[in-house]
T-cell receptor
Framework: DAGVTQSPTHLIKTRGQQVTLRCSPK?????VSWYQQALGQGPQFIFQ???????QRGNFPDRFSGHQFPNYSSELNVNALLLGDSALYLC?????????FGAGTRLSVL | GENVEQHPSTLSVQEGDSAVIKCTYS??????FPWYKQELGKRPQLIID?????GEKKDQRIAVTLNKTAKHFSLHITETQPEDSAVYFC?????????????FGKGTLLTVNP
C-alpha cells in the first residue's frame, strides 16, 4: 500500500513565475491538506480539500490555490512567486483526523 | 486562531535517559493532539496522538499526557536510543468539519548521545 506521494521532489523557479505541485493521498484517504515548512520551523497549514472543495484555509494569500480531483489527488498552485515562498511543501492525507505526510517538494525561488 | 508553544527548542540526553517535551495550546476547543518525528530530510512521521477525552496514552517507550484544564500536553520518551535523535513537533487540532486543521509547534531538536 503506497503512502502519500508528492511530485516533483525538488523545483527551482524564479521570482514572478508560477508553480504546480502534486500529491496522491494514501489509499482510502479522502482528505488532503497542504502545509508550508520553512527551514527550522514547524509546518504551517495552507488549506484542506475534501470532496473536491476547499474546506478550510490558513493565513496564506490568494496566490496560493489548489484543486482536488475525483480520485482524491490534489494540486497546489502558487502564482507570482516571491523569494519568501522558498520552503518545503508538504501534503498530508487523512481519514477521520489522523494525518500522514508525504516526503514533500522542496521549492527554491531565485 | 490556535497558537501552540513548544519547549525546549533543543534537548540533549544520554542514551538510556528519559526525554520530555512540553507544549501548550491556546484554543480550549482543540480536541486532538498528535506528535510527529522528523528526521533530517525526511517526512514528518506520526508517532503518537491523543484525543481530549483521554488523559494519557502509551506506546512502548513513548507516552503522551494531556492536561485540558491547563491546556498543555507532553511527550515522554523513556530509555532513549541514538535512533530517537530527530526533530519532534507537537500539534493541536482546531475542529472544523469532520476533519482537522493542525497547528504545529516550532519543534524540538532531540539529540541522544551514545
Amino acid at each position: 500500500d503506497a503512502g502519500v506521494t508528492q511530485s516533483p521532489t525538488h523545483l527551482i523557479k524564479t521570482r514572478g513565475q508560477q508553480v504546480t505541485l502534486r500529491c496522491s493521498p494514501k489509499s482510502g484517504h479522502d482528505t488532503v491538506s497542504w502545509y508550508q515548512q520553512a527551514l527550522g520551523q514547524g509546518p504551517q497549514f495552507i488549506f484542506q480539500y475534501y470532496e473536491e472543495e476547499e474546506r478550510q484555509r490558513g493565513n496564506f494569500p490568494d496566490r496560493f490555490s489548489g484543486h482536488q480531483f475525483p480520485n482524491y489527488s490534489s494540486e497546489l498552485n502558487v502564482n507570482a512567486l516571491l523569494l519568501g515562498d522558498s520552503a518545503l511543501y508538504l501534503c498530508a492525507s487523512s481519514q477521520q483526523g489522523r494525518e500522514y505526510f508525504g516526503a514533500g517538494t522542496r521549492l527554491s525561488v531565485l | 486562531g490556535e497558537n501552540v508553544e513548544q519547549h525546549p527548542s533543543t534537548l540533549s540526553v544520554q542514551e538510556g535517559d528519559s526525554a520530555v517535551i512540553k507544549c501548550t495550546y491556546s484554543d480550549s476547543a482543540s480536541n486532538y493532539f498528535p506528535w510527529y518525528k522528523q528526521e533530517l530530510g525526511k517526512r514528518p512521521q506520526l508517532i503518537i496522538d491523543i484525543r481530549s477525552n483521554v488523559g494519557e496514552k502509551k506506546d512502548q517507550r513513548i507516552a503522551v499526557t494531556l492536561n485540558k484544564t491547563a491546556k498543555h500536553f507532553s511527550l515522554h520518551i523513556t530509555e532513549t536510543q541514538p535512533e530517537d535523535s530527530a526533530v519532534y513537533f507537537c500539534a493541536a487540532s482546531s475542529p472544523g468539519g469532520s476533519n482537522y486543521k493542525l497547528t504545529f509547534g516550532k519543534g524540538t531538536l532531540l539529540t541522544v548521545n551514545p
